[in-house]
């Protein structure tokens, strides 16, 4: 495989159906240099999330090729689930490993929006590093209303007009495709079925109201238990650990206490270095959750 290696982790809005998650995967041609070492699927979330390493050519194609099969076997019109969505290939972000850059990763982020608008004729929006909009650098604003909202404002304003392809949407939705630094996305899971619970905590702890830095959070109801869903943008300087204990004192201010968490997709060994995965309830930790593992097994 090349010496420069890019991660893509593309989110797919079907965590149920294992025959089109399985179809999708294989859309991945098997003679790239690329590896796709982790697969997520919740079914309540309804939604996957994939994490491919490769060198920057074989990673734009492949996303390509991903992003064109879910089109074909993902109709949100049918689609239900409890995580913000609006596209069968929702999200398709870049970051940057080896021997490659941020502006590397931009430059692919922004030839695979512009080839998805043009020849799937899917609107396709840049975020992240790579947004040419301000509008459009937050994720969260782009998905504000999901789907079902996109379809009646898209083209109304620049906020929902997307950058490439048409400002008309069908049953495939829009794809959301960026370049980022590392994201950690990281779920805990409460002993109780109290989704208000898990909102009030989410709030409480997200940096958009006042909480923790680099913290993005929404509570949710996932296998019939209240969930934190969140994501770590930058674990220098809110790990895993504070986010834990953070949550942990929250719920416990309301007579709860996380159950269990859970990692989707991988992360850098930094950010699990010197932490005990059963001091934050993390059962199921194993080294093929740590990036550097994958990346020693190409290099060698």
């Known amino acids: 495989m090349s010496e420069n290696i890019v991660e893509c982790?593309?989110?797919?809005?079907?965590?149920?159906?294992?025959?089109?998650?399985?179809?999708i995967a294989a859309a991945i041609p098997s003679d790239l240099p690329l590896k796709l070492i982790d697969i997520h699927s919740d079914p309540d979330h309804n939604r996957s999330v994939f994490t491919i390493l490769g060198s920057p050519e074989a990673i734009e194609e492949a996303a390509f090729l991903l992003i064109r099969k879910a089109a074909e076997k993902i109709n949100l019109d049918q689609h239900q689930g409890c995580h913000p969505r609006i596209g069968a290939a929702d999200v398709v972000p870049f970051v940057p490993l080896v021997n490659a850059s941020m502006q590397d990763c931009i430059c692919i982020a922004r030839r695979l929006a512009k080839r998805v608008g043009e020849e799937l004729r899917i609107?396709?929006?840049?975020?992240?590093q790579a947004a040419v909009l301000a509008e459009h650098r937050d994720l969260s604003m782009i998905r504000k209303g999901e789907y079902e909202k996109l379809k009646e404002r898209i083209g109304t304003d620049t906020a929902h007009t997307p950058d490439f392809g048409p400002a008309v949407i069908g049953p495939a939705g829009a794809t959301v495709i960026g370049a980022r630094?590392?994201?950690?996305?990281?779920n805990i899971f409460l002993n109780s079925s109290d989704i208000r619970v898990a909102r009030m905590i989410a709030k409480a702890i997200r940096e958009s109201s006042g909480g923790l830095k680099s913290v993005k959070a929404l509570g949710m109801l996932v296998n019939g238990q209240a969930q934190i869903?969140?994501?770590?943008?930058?674990?220098?300087?809110?790990?895993?650990?504070?986010?834990?204990?953070s949550v942990k004192a929250e719920a416990a201010a309301m007579?709860?206490?996380?159950?269990?968490?859970e990692l989707v997709g991988c992360l850098p060994e930094a950010a699990i270095e010197g932490i005990d995965p059963e001091t934050i309830l993390l059962h199921d930790f194993s080294p093929?959750?740590?990036?550097?593992t994958h990346l020693n097994e190409i290099f060698t």
């Open 123 to 128: 609107p396709a929006f840049l975020y992240g």
């Open 255 to 261: 007579g709860v206490f996380p159950n269990h968490s």
């Open 9 to 23: 982790v593309p989110n797919f809005s079907e965590g149920r159906n294992k025959t089109v998650i399985a179809e």
């Open 229 to 245: 869903s969140m994501n770590l943008t930058n674990f220098r300087e809110t790990s895993l650990r504070t986010v834990f204990e």
């Open 288 to 292: 093929q959750k740590i990036l550097e």
């Open 181 to 186: 630094d590392f994201l950690i996305a990281f």
